[in-house]
């Protein structure tokens, strides 16, 4: 039997074993192999990074725990940017499993960064409508989302005091991990209410947000977990996504290899059974 | 490198739920079986009680309560926003929703599918009209001659796959000569788009896989 046949015949749980030390390896020590920024990070960054002092921001962050690891390194981190350069940021949420978990980010970066609840930020938690609750934000925000997460009336909070609707915002960031998130965004809100939009989404879904990129109706794009290490990198700092960077690469050699692989003892067993 | 194991319950049970799922990629066993029904159990019970209390709650009981308390003057006073005695009308179609466990008033829930399709319907064609089909018409329209050469080569691969690929999905004619040239052309670059969905689909799950290891490595065992 060839090199080529025994490979066609291997017990794929060798497979999920050389992938698991792949991972787990550069996990505990690091290989710090180099990240370069790509452009559409880099304009995800650099949008944030024009909005001015002061101004009103919107962050949408829909995702659940199953997303977690792929999009909140990058809220964090635009958490972090925006509560920075001292905007005032609105976060909701759309997506039914995030709104405990998105509260959690939202307080930790705002504690960590000494913002104080209700004047630097707010979370008007989530509200079930997908695409019709996008609409009528753009009537009235406050009417849309009465109450924050923890119950307390918006129009008290001073954070809100200058927010309507979307014209009342300078950015829109969409977080978001699938329906309702960035499309639902760009088809309701960006053409109708012509709101600049910035997105960071998880890697299954990126391949469908260039287009978008492409067109100009996103402004910059984060995709999985290599855009948020990219984009921690623009920030300076070396957070979950980057750490797991290494790992990942490892693992694309790998699967790439597999791959290659596969096909040779696929392409040698056709020809034997050709001849 | 050091350790310092948790002491948080929860995080145990979170680890050895996660170790019996990892356990089926050696076979399936009856740990797996365990951590995934439970899972299934949880989530069900988990978005039943969210649903209660964001949905329900939220969006109907507290503002029908708060306009017709009377708290705000009259139940359709402006001041109460979107949260006036209106809230009855949806309330009532949401009622009628379950008429379809009774066999003889099912026909009512008809209603109900019908303004929630209606909305969606005129919702989602607008926002397909303005946001993917317009304005991906206008963003396909590049110039072909730039000063850069990077975007002039960019812009006519960019038309070139473009071109192909409709012609790749045009049936009405025999893929052959000229048209089986391009309909083969446009193939390959549907077959790069179809790689780099694979490639970002291995990363997303990849990703999962890193913030599980992260999670027992860094929460669950404190290795530092």
Redesign the interface.
């Given at each position: 039997m060839s090199a080529l046949d025994r490979l066609a015949r291997l017990d794929r749980r060798w497979i999920f074993l050389v992938t698991g030390l792949l991972v787990l390896i550069p996990l505990l020590w690091p290989l710090n192999l180099p990240l370069t920024p790509a452009p559409p990070v880099r304009a995800y960054h650099d949008a944030i990074a024009s909005v001015p002092p002061g101004s009103h921001v919107l962050v949408s962050a829909d995702f659940d725990p199953a997303a977690r690891p792929e999009l909140e390194p990058m809220l964090r981190t635009t958490l972090r940017q925006l509560l920075q350069r001292r905007c005032k940021v609105v976060v909701v949420v759309l997506y039914q499993g995030g709104p405990l978990l998105v509260d959690q980010i939202v307080r930790d970066v705002a504690a960590a960064q000494g913002a104080v609840y209700g004047r630097d930020l707010v979370n008007l938690g989530f509200k079930a409508g997908n695409e019709a609750v996008m609409v009528l934000m753009g009537q009235s925000i406050p009417n849309t989302f009465p109450r924050d997460q923890s119950g307390a009336d918006v129009r008290t909070l001073p954070v809100m005091r200058d927010v309507r609707n979307y014209s009342s915002f300078r950015l829109l960031v969409s977080i978001a991990t699938g329906y309702p998130g960035t499309k639902e965004y760009v088809q309701q809100v960006q053409g109708r209410f012509h709101i600049p939009i910035v997105a960071g989404v998880t890697a299954v879904t990126a391949p469908t947000m260039y287009p978008y990129l492409q067109s100009g109706q996103l402004r910059g794009l984060l995709g999985g977990m290599a855009g948020a290490a990219e984009y921690e990198r623009l920030m300076n700092e070396r957070g979950a996504a980057s750490r797991g960077m290494d790992a990942q690469s490892l693992a694309h050699v790998f699967v790439a290899l597999c791959i290659v692989l596969g096909n040779l003892a696929q392409r040698a067993r056709a020809r034997r059974e050709e001849g | 490198?050091s350790v310092y194991l948790s002491h948080d319950p929860g995080v145990w049970i979170a680890a050895a739920l996660t170790l019996f799922i990892f356990s089926f990629?050696?076979k399936d066993n009856p740990l797996y079986k365990f951590a995934e029904h439970l899972f299934v159990g949880v989530s069900a019970g988990?978005?039943l009680v969210?649903?209660f209390w964001?949905?329900l709650v939220?969006?109907l009981w507290d503002?029908l309560t708060s306009a017709l308390g009377g708290a705000h003057g009259s139940p359709l006073a402006a001041r109460l926003?979107?949260?006036r005695a209106f809230l009855l009308i949806p309330a009532l179609l949401g009622l009628l929703l379950f008429s379809r466990f009774l066999p003889r008033l099912a026909w009512l829930s008809r209603w109900s599918l019908a303004v929630i399709i209606g909305?969606?319907a005129g919702?989602?064609t607008t926002?397909?009209a303005?946001?993917?089909f317009?304005?991906?018409v206008?963003?396909?329209i590049q110039p072909l001659w730039t000063a850069s050469w990077a975007t002039t080569v960019s812009a006519w691969i960019?038309t070139v796959g473009l071109l192909t690929t409709l012609v790749f999905f045009y049936f009405s004619r025999e893929h052959k000569g000229a048209l089986g040239v391009a309909s083969r052309a446009g193939m390959y670059f549907l077959m790069v788009?179809f790689g780099?969905?694979y490639?970002?689909?291995?990363?997303?799950r990849?990703?999962?896989?890193?913030?599980?290891?992260?999670f027992l490595?860094h929460t669950w065992l404190g290795?530092r």
């Open positions: - | 490198m990629l050696y988990y978005y969210l649903s964001s949905v939220a969006n503002p926003g979107d949260y909305v969606y919702l989602k926002g397909f303005q946001g993917d317009v304005a991906q206008q963003g396909s960019f788009s780099a969905g490639g970002y689909t291995v990363m997303s990849i990703s999962l896989l890193i913030g599980r290891l992260q490595l290795v």
